[in-house]
């Protein structure tokens, strides 16, 4: 029995490791502790197991910190006891993520290098889904080398065991898993090997998804984007600083920083920004790159990707006529284009289905991970346009000029979904020449 104070009473602490004893004499040959940040209790329970003749292997359970208000959280349900360094540390940063995430992988880098000085050579991480912590603190202890980490997929599969065939998904969500994940979470079926009707049943509600869940990643947006908005070109410039990697933030994205890919076309991105194209979301073409490229690479090594070019961007109904009307000269250029209201523009098919990511790797078929397909984009557009509002505008006040200027944006903005598909010899971006 532990106290409030996260510590067992003596009497308490000796009748659980009797307890424990019978368990591994009843056949229990592995034991895996609860989350910690006191490494010398943690040596203390191991050295005492040891003492009444538990010699099966004791992991050390450790969770990296990375954002304060879950630090609070998960202490407080596992009834974890705090050291004293550990709070003095967190408390002036607390509602900096990045800083809360800084120490956690250097705390946690230190912890397991103690417990793997002793002698103990199995480590257990709990990442909750956020494993980025968990590889760094990794790296950190020279176990793993980065270069070959590898994705599976261009985007991580979750945890949820009834989607674990799922290999296909629109694009539309690569910034946003999170919410793809919880829109989807009541299908029944997920779509493996290729992306067809019975594989896109209905999505769950708008309302489903949170989209400004209260977080410590809150105040980096409202840092980034929530200053006065005077004119369009500062929603332009915004955009811009973001493709060039000077905001770390999106209202669009939920990840942290821009995706490695991203950095092949942020110099076109930024161009094409300021001349009132905003972009959330986008992949350079790839024509058979290596699939443990560092950049675009994906599932492991011995084979080959592609990808076709795209861009998803937000621009005016005059922007997009003359945008239509550029894209007559060029044949393989498909696009799809839609409002609030739902008004639709597109040169392709209402059942079309356009695989715009594809992989061949030794002794597969080829998988095709990623689509552009116009069910999910009609399902999509709610969300994009409701950033607009809940998202961005939200962090201003009621009264603000600038949420004011947003909201007419949400309005009369059309969403565009732009395809490339020439992967080989094409350039989405002299579509946007003289624009």
Same mark, same amino acid.
């Given at each position: 029995?532990?106290?409030?104070?996260?510590?067992?009473?003596?009497?308490?602490?000796?009748?659980?490791?009797?307890?424990?004893?019978?368990?591994?004499?009843?056949?229990?040959?592995?034991?895996?502790?609860?989350?910690?940040?006191?490494?010398?209790?943690?040596?203390?329970?191991?050295?005492?197991?040891?003492?009444?003749?538990?010699?099966?292997?004791?992991?050390?359970?450790?969770?990296?910190?990375?954002?304060?208000?879950?630090?609070?959280?998960?202490?407080?349900?596992?009834?974890?006891?705090?050291?004293?360094?550990?709070?003095?540390?967190?408390?002036?940063?607390?509602?900096?993520?990045?800083?809360?995430?800084?120490?956690?992988?250097?705390?946690?880098?230190?912890?397991?290098?103690?417990?793997?000085?002793?002698?103990?050579?199995?480590?257990?991480?709990?990442?909750?889904?956020?494993?980025?912590?968990?590889?760094?603190?990794?790296?950190?202890?020279?176990?793993?080398?980065?270069?070959?980490?590898?994705?599976?997929?261009?985007?991580?599969?979750?945890?949820?065991?009834?989607?674990?065939?799922?290999?296909?998904?629109?694009?539309?969500?690569?910034?946003?898993?999170?919410?793809?994940?919880?829109?989807?979470?009541?299908?029944?079926?997920?779509?493996?090997?290729?992306?067809?009707?019975?594989?896109?049943?209905?999505?769950?509600?708008?309302?489903?998804?949170?989209?400004?869940?209260?977080?410590?990643?809150?105040?980096?947006?409202?840092?980034?984007?929530?200053?006065?908005?005077?004119?369009?070109?500062?929603?332009?410039?915004?955009?811009?600083?973001?493709?060039?990697?000077?905001?770390?933030?999106?209202?669009?994205?939920?990840?942290?920083?821009?995706?490695?890919?991203?950095?092949?076309?942020?110099?076109?991105?930024?161009?094409?920004?300021?001349?009132?194209?905003?972009?959330?979301?986008?992949?350079?073409?790839?024509?058979?790159?290596?699939?443990?490229?560092?950049?675009?690479?994906?599932?492991?090594?011995?084979?080959?990707?592609?990808?076709?070019?795209?861009?998803? $961007?937000?621009?005016?109904?005059?922007?997009?006529?003359?945008?239509?009307?550029?894209?007559?000269?060029?044949?393989?250029?498909?696009?799809?284009?839609?409002?609030?209201?739902?008004?639709?523009?597109?040169?392709?098919?209402?059942?079309?289905?356009?695989?715009?990511?594809?992989?061949?790797?030794?002794?597969?078929?080829?998988?095709?991970?990623?689509?552009?397909?116009?069910?999910?984009?009609?399902?999509?557009?709610?969300?994009?346009?409701?950033?607009?509002?809940?998202?961005?505008?939200?962090?201003?006040?009621?009264?603000?000029?600038?949420?004011?200027?947003?909201?007419?944006?949400?309005?009369?903005? $059309?969403?565009?979904?732009?395809?490339?598909?020439?992967?080989?010899?094409?350039?989405?971006?002299?579509?946007?020449?003289?624009?």
């Amino acid at each position: 029995m532990i106290g409030s104070d996260g510590v067992a009473t003596p009497e308490n602490y000796q009748k659980d490791l009797e307890y424990l004893k019978r368990k591994v004499d009843a056949g229990a040959d592995l034991i895996i502790t609860q989350l910690f940040y006191d490494t010398d209790i943690f040596l203390k329970f191991v050295n005492d197991c040891r003492q009444i003749g538990i010699n099966c292997p004791i992991v050390p359970g450790i969770m990296p910190i990375n954002n304060y208000k879950g630090f609070l959280r998960m202490t407080g349900f596992c009834k974890t006891k705090i050291p004293a360094e550990v709070t003095a540390a967190l408390e002036p940063t607390k509602d900096n993520e990045e800083a809360v995430r800084a120490y956690g992988i250097h705390l946690g880098t230190e912890v397991c290098k103690k417990i793997l000085v002793y002698g103990i050579k199995t480590l257990h991480l709990y990442t909750l889904n956020m494993e980025k912590s968990a590889l760094a603190i990794l790296m950190n202890l020279g176990l793993i080398d980065e270069s070959k980490i590898t994705r599976s997929l261009p985007w991580r599969r979750p945890t949820n065991v009834f989607c674990a065939k799922e290999d296909v998904r629109p694009i539309f969500w690569a910034n946003r898993p999170k919410s793809y994940i919880s829109r989807t979470l009541s299908w029944e079926q997920y779509p493996h090997g290729q992306w067809e009707d019975s594989c896109n049943p209905s999505y769950g509600a708008l309302t489903d998804y949170q989209f400004m869940r209260a977080c410590a990643c809150d105040k980096k947006l409202h840092d980034e984007w929530a200053t006065p908005l005077n004119s369009i070109e500062d929603i332009l410039e915004k955009f811009k600083k973001h493709c060039l990697g000077k905001l770390k933030s999106s209202p669009w994205s939920e990840l942290d920083g821009l995706q490695p890919e991203t950095k092949i076309i942020n110099e076109q991105l930024g161009k094409i920004n300021l001349k009132g194209f905003l972009t959330i979301n986008s992949q350079p073409a790839v024509n058979g790159e290596r699939s443990d490229s560092p950049s675009v690479g994906w599932g492991g090594p011995g084979g080959y990707v592609y990808q076709k070019a795209y861009l998803e $961007f937000f621009c005016s109904t005059d922007k997009l006529q003359v945008l239509v009307d550029k894209c007559k000269s060029f044949p393989l250029i498909t696009y799809m284009a839609v409002n609030k209201g739902g008004t639709l523009v597109s040169n392709v098919g209402t059942n079309d289905v356009n695989v715009v990511t594809w992989g061949v790797f030794p002794a597969k078929q080829i998988i095709q991970p990623t689509v552009v397909d116009p069910a999910s984009f009609n399902v999509w557009k709610d969300e994009a346009f409701e950033i607009w509002s809940r998202g961005w505008a939200s962090l201003y006040p009621e009264d603000d000029p600038s949420r004011k200027m947003l909201e007419e944006v949400q309005s009369g903005y $059309f969403l565009v979904s732009l395809v490339d598909n020439d992967y080989i010899h094409g350039d989405i971006f002299a579509v946007f020449a003289d624009l």
